[in-house]
Structure formats: C-alpha cells, structure tokens
C-alpha cells in the first residue's frame, strides 16, 4: 500500500479583485515528488504555491501537511530586508535540529561569504541567499518559484545536481525548459483556475497538453451544433405535447448557461517588431578592444565582425562582463583600447534586463506611450494602446494598473512590448526569458527567427539559445571570449565541456570575483569564417551582378535628354532610385572584398 501523501491541497477556490483565480485546484505530492507546476502567466501558479506553502488563506478547499514534515519554499521574489548579513537570512530559516555548517557549505558553494549586506545585494546574488535558505534543511517537501532567475549557468547546474541528489519532494515552476526536462518526473498543468495532472514529466507535457486543448475544442463545437439544433427545434417542433417537452427545453436552457460560463483558452500574445531600414552588411566591428575596472580585465584583445542576420548568443557566469560586452560592441561604452565601429544605417532596440527602469508607480498605458498619447506607432502605423496590450495578453482594465501591482512575467511582458515597438534592425536583448511562461517564449522563439535584421542576446537558457543562437560568445576567464558556431549544445560538443567547467566546486561571485588564477598565455584562436560569412561570400556575387544590371537600365533610362522636360517627377524619381542602387552595390563590393581578403588570408 502506498504512503499518504505529504501534502494534498483538494478543490482549492481563491478569488481576487472579484474575478476568480482559482476554481477547483488540487494538488498532492508524495515522498520523493518531482513535480513541475505549469501555466500561463496571471493563470495562478505563484499563488497556489503560496497556498501550498499556507501563506495564502483561500476561500474554499482544504490543505493538509503530514504531521512533522518538514516544508520549505523559495518566493519568486526573495526579501531580505530586515537582516544584517546574508548569513543571518539564512540561519533565520533553520529549524532547531537543522545543522548550520551545511548552510555555511552551501554559502561558500554558491559564491557568498555570509557577510553581505543584503541591501546591496545584486538579484542573482539575493537569489542565491534564498536557495542556500530553503536547501539547508534539507526538507521534506521544497517548494521553489523560479528557482533559475537571474541564475548564471554554472549556479543553474549546480542547482540541478544538487536537487536531483536530495530525498526531498520538489515541485517547482520554471521558464526553463531544459532545467524542467531534466529535473521532473510528473506535471501539473494548472489552466482557468482548474488543474490537471500528467504522470510524466514535462518532456511530454507540451504535445499532451495541445492534445487536451484540440480534445476540448472538438466537445466544444459538438455542443455548439447541439445548441444550434435545439434552437431549431425550440422555433419550429414545440407546438404540441407541451409539459413532455419542458425538460428538453431546459436542457436548452442549461447548455446555454454552460457555454456562457465557458471560459476558453487564453490566447497567445502577438509579437510583432517594428522593423527599421534594413542596415549595412557589416553591423558590428570589434578590433583589439580591452576593458578592464581596476585590477579586473573584462575584455581583453579580443576581436569579432558581426554581419547583417547574425544571431550572437552571449554566455558566461555572471560577473563575467558580458553586460559590459554588449555596451562594448554597441557603442555604448568606450573601449580603454582598440575601437568599435558599427555599420551604416544601423538602428538599435535595447531590452534591459533590469526591471529598475520601470518606474512602480507608472500606470502600464504611460509606460507603453510615454504618457500623453492613446496610441502606439508600429512600422509606421498608429495603434491604440488597449489594441496593442490586448496582443501581449493585457486586459483592458489594466491600463490604469501601476507597474508595480504586475507580475514578474507580465512586467517581463511589458519589456517585450516596449522593446519591439521601437524602429530596429539590430536587437539587443539581455536576458530576454527571465519570468516569461512557455507559451510566450515559444512565440518569442518564433518571432526572432523571422526578425529580418541582426540579434545580440545574453541569456542563461540552454534551450532557448540552441534555438535561436547561430553562433555563441563565450566568456573563457580573464578577459578571453570564444566565439562558437551554433547553439548552446554545438558549444558544448566543440569545447567538450560546458560553462560550468570555469569553476571548481564554488561559483564566482556576482560582478565581484578578481581573477585570482594567473593570466594565461594568449593562444591566437585560428581564423576562420564565419557561416554568415560563408553564406555572404557565396551569393554577393550574383547579389552584385543584380545590381549591376539594374544600374545599367537607370543609366539608360536617365541618358534620354528629354526625360526631365518631359516627366520632371519622373526623372526625379529614377535618379533618387539610382543613388540608392549604386550605394548598395557599392557596399556589396566593398563587403565581397573583405570577405575574399579575409578567406585568402586564411587560406595562405
């Protein structure tokens, strides 16, 4: 017989604001659980977490914890306020038969001394706190809130060793496909306030959960073609037999009042970036650059060319640089030497990975206009707002909402909506997953990969790198980066080894770690093209003799002497046609010449 479970919540009902959140969740985790909570955002993941974790009281439904087990759970969003060090935070959260000096372990593993004040403390250093809080005990459940945010991926992977290796029953919820992959063995899919259970982990939850969904449309439209039937019946077969025909008709009455009821799926958000001219061939040139704050080398000597399309994926353990990298490559902050040059006509939108530039007390509608305005400019067209929150899943009645009474996935979706509306043909994106759900990075996912222009993004999800990334910008120590061809995984399978392998058992600290280890010898990575370069160097030829053609036929066409006296527009026109022609075929040749220089020199 097996054993009761440890914890059970049963028909769980929350409402809030007058709309409920929660209708008939349950929710039940056995001894040895490995459990992974999954939903859109706003669906009410975080919420039930916290019923499980009874700090949330609810309206209806019971919970219940095994008498003596031990429950400890790690907020989205962790507060240290109140403590003097990061060692106190910690040992505040020990039960009386916990033992200290595991928390000390796990302290000095994840990069901390115990000694920081937690007012300074960075998000994946106060995140880190929080883990070595709700691991020390060792408990028998553990309940974790997006336990890899603002991780790097050496913590990421410890934090996976680690959890596989414990007894305790873990549910977690998390954006990060590779981690859920890795980690679970069961799923509960929580959808409208209701949840179902899947007894595999979340490898199948995906194609088992749009098996639901198309299921629930096909009753759906039976029942719709029911109503319609009846509808036809009640008009034109009710005359006779009357009191026998009562049921039938409140039947009808019922089947309206459930499709009323219903409450379908939610949509997916609409992205769409708002695309600028397209820019030169070249984007970005880095030569020599080195940057370096105090005894601390973040870049060191290093060179790269980045070309229209390119999508650079940037990796390393936090404190690395790669922030200070990208504002390296972007013009954003002076190199101490070598130079940057970025290409002509190129047009930059930014996401930050820091929520600091939401101000709280901006309503959502100010944030997205800039205030003053009831509309949004898209390539050149003017939306409303309520138009274009509605495509990132926003209610209308949210519009007056402060940014700080949003969740962290829909202040990551609000980033998004910012970032995309902005004219580019070159985006930076830094951390561009953190809090967002499934759903919206698999749109997300789907976007960049039509995007027509050229991507840089940092980001510590192996899964979406391998889908997004055609080559990789790795942080080697020391000021050295690596560039990769591929994702995350072709990184991993060229260098035999991934991220964490900079490290030993500890993780470096956060933007704060000097590079103890002596500088190692340059190594002059051997040249080679890159496939963008490759592809370039094969079809700018015939790119060239398009162009070339086109500019004979305006040549011809503007040598006729009584063009302009007869169609001044005309001729306006086709001159302004040729300059655009000739300065395009002028920047082909010049990026063909480089790029043959560049293969020549590599092949002599």
Not at 92 to 98: H, K, Q, R, Y
Not at 215 to 233: C, F, L, M
Not at 563 to 576: E, I
Request: with cysteine; hydrophobic share 40%; aromatic share 4%.
């Amino acid at each position: 017989m097996a054993p009761p479970p440890l914890l059970t919540l049963q028909n769980v009902g929350l409402t809030l604001g007058g709309k409920p959140l929660l209708e008939s969740a349950d929710l039940s985790v056995s001894a040895g659980e490995r459990l992974c909570l999954v939903g859109r955002n706003g669906s009410g993941k975080s919420t039930l977490l916290r019923i499980a974790a009874g700090e949330v009281e609810t309206d209806a439904g019971t919970r219940f914890l095994q008498p003596g087990a031990s429950l400890r759970y790690l907020p989205q969003e962790p507060d240290l306020s109140g403590f003097a060090t990061t060692r106190d935070y910690v040992l505040a959260g020990l039960g009386p038969t916990d033992d200290p000096h595991i928390a000390e372990a796990l302290l000095t593993e994840l990069g901390l001394t115990g000694e920081e004040n937690p007012g300074s403390l960075s998000g994946g250093e106060g995140r880190r706190a929080a883990l070595v809080r709700a691991l020390a005990p060792e408990p028998d459940v553990l309940l974790l809130d997006e336990p890899t945010n603002h991780l790097d991926l050496p913590a990421i992977l410890w934090l996976e060793e680690r959890l596989a290796g414990l007894r305790s029953a873990i549910v977690v919820i998390s954006h990060d496909r590779r981690f859920l992959h890795d980690l679970t063995r069961a799923t509960l899919w929580l959808d409208r306030g209701r949840t179902r259970f899947l007894s595999r982990g979340f490898k199948e939850f995906e194609a088992w959960r749009d098996r639901e969904i198309e299921e629930e449309e096909k009753q759906q439209h039976k029942i719709d073609r029911k109503i319609v039937a009846e509808e036809h019946w009640v008009r034109y077969g009710v005359t006779g037999r009357r009191k026998r025909n009562q049921k039938r008709l409140g039947d009808l009455q019922d089947m309206r009042a459930a499709r009323r009821r219903r409450v379908a799926p939610t949509g997916d958000v609409k992205l769409e970036v708002a695309e600028a001219q397209t820019s030169g061939t070249l984007v970005v040139e880095a030569r020599g650059i080195s940057k370096s704050f105090g005894d601390r080398v973040i870049v060191d000597d290093f060179s790269t060319r980045v070309l229209r399309g390119d999508r650079l994926g940037i990796v390393g353990a936090n404190g690395a640089g790669k922030t200070t990298l990208i504002k390296l490559l972007t013009g954003a902050l002076a190199p101490d030497g070598g130079h940057v040059r970025l290409g002509a006509a190129v047009e930059m939108a930014t996401l930050d990975q820091s929520r600091a530039s939401l101000d709280p007390q901006t309503t959502l509608k100010d944030a997205l206009t800039g205030g003053g305005s009831d509309f949004v400019e898209i390539n050149g067209q003017r939306k409303h707002v309520i138009g274009y929150m509605r495509d990132f899943l926003f209610g209308p009645e949210q519009a007056r909402t402060p940014i700080g009474r949003l969740s962290g996935g829909e202040r990551g979706r609000l980033l998004l909506a910012r970032a995309l509306a902005q004219p580019c043909n070159l985006l930076v994106l830094d951390e561009p997953t953190n809090d967002l759900d499934l759903e919206t990075l698999d749109l997300l996912e789907e976007m960049l990969a039509d995007y027509p222009g050229t991507l840089i993004v940092v980001s510590h999800d192996r899964d979406f790198l391998d889908r997004v990334a055609t080559s990789v910008l790795m942080s080697d120590g020391n000021g050295r980066w690596i560039e990769y061809a591929g994702g995350y995984s072709d990184m991993v399978a060229q260098r035999g080894e991934g991220v964490q392998s900079r490290g030993a058992a500890s993780v470096p600290r956060e933007e704060k770690t000097k590079a103890a280890a002596a500088p190692r010898p340059k190594t002059a990575a051997k040249p080679r093209l890159s496939f963008s370069e490759q592809h370039a160097l094969a079809t700018l030829p015939a790119k060239m003799e398009e162009l070339r053609g086109k500019r004979a036929k305006l040549q011809k066409f503007l040598d006729d002497p009584q063009l302009y006296a007869r169609d001044p527009t005309k001729f306006a026109d086709a001159t302004k046609l040729f300059a655009k022609v000739e300065a395009e075929l002028a920047t082909a040749e010049e990026s063909w010449l480089e790029l043959e220089i560049k293969r020549e020199e590599i092949a002599g």
